[in-house]
Each structure stands twice: as structure tokens, then as C-alpha cells.
């Protein structure tokens, strides 16, 4: 069983930033690639963010694309994801998961969630 813990969220205002880390157990961290995924009310988890098993491979979505950036330390079995330039809009729970295979896109790749951690950013 792979337990993941979600830190950092919080209330920052448009412009700022925030720092999320995601603590993992259980099962080999670093044999897996890692994703970000946020919902805000009313809309669909959407991706944000992966990286895979070594770092050597990001992936963003393009609304983050230069304002986030995903990285990991799989001596510290933590993945983070740095929130930059911070708009309203990326107002969201944030979530973070284990990928298992197929697409880094798409939530169903994903096997194994946090609970989440929510990131509000006021105008």
C-alpha cells in the first residue's frame, strides 16, 4: 500500500508563491513517476504537473507552463511542485499521485492519491 501526504497549501495573495510537498510510503518511490493534479468546486480534476521516476522528464500543462515547476528527491521520497506568479484562477485542491502507466495527462494513469492540500490565491 502507497500512502501519499500532502503539505504546503494555503492562502497566498495573486502574484505570490507557494511551495506543495508530497511525502510518499509503501511502495518504491523512486521506480514511479509522479503527478500533480487540482480540482476547484464545480470542475474536473485536471493535470498540472508530472515528473518521472529519475527527474530527468517534466511534463506541464500549459496554464502553468513558466510559473510552476515540478521536482523530486527520491532520497527523501518527497515530489514538490513550486507555484510561482500565483493567479486566481490556479485557486484549487491540489493532489498528488503515483503514476502506474499509460498517458502522465490523464487522471486513470494514476493509481494511488493524497488527500489533498487546497491553495487559495485571493485578487
Known amino acids: 500500500q502507497v500512502q501519499l501526504v500532502e503539505s504546503g497549501g494555503g492562502l497566498v495573495q495573486a502574484g505570490g508563491s507557494l511551495r506543495l510537498s508530497c511525502a510518499a510510503s509503501?511502495?518504491?518511490?523512486?521506480?514511479?513517476?509522479m503527478g500533480w493534479f487540482r480540482q476547484a468546486p464545480g470542475k474536473e480534476r485536471e493535470f498540472v504537473a508530472a515528473?518521472?521516476?529519475?527527474?530527468?522528464?517534466?511534463y506541464y500543462t500549459d496554464s502553468v507552463k513558466g510559473r510552476f515547476t515540478i521536482s523530486r528527491d527520491n532520497a527523501k521520497n518527497t515530489v514538490y511542485l513550486q507555484m510561482n506568479s500565483l493567479k486566481p484562477e490556479d485557486t484549487a485542491v491540489y493532489y498528488c499521485?503515483?503514476?502506474?502507466?499509460?498517458?502522465?495527462?490523464?487522471?486513470?494513469?494514476?493509481?494511488?492519491w493524497g488527500q489533498g492540500t487546497q491553495v487559495t490565491v485571493s485578487s
Open positions: 509503501g511502495r518504491t518511490f523512486s521506480s514511479y513517476a
Open positions: 515528473i518521472s521516476w529519475n527527474g530527468d522528464n517534466t
Open positions: 499521485a503515483q503514476h502506474y502507466g499509460g498517458s502522465y495527462y490523464y487522471k486513470e494513469s494514476y493509481e494511488y
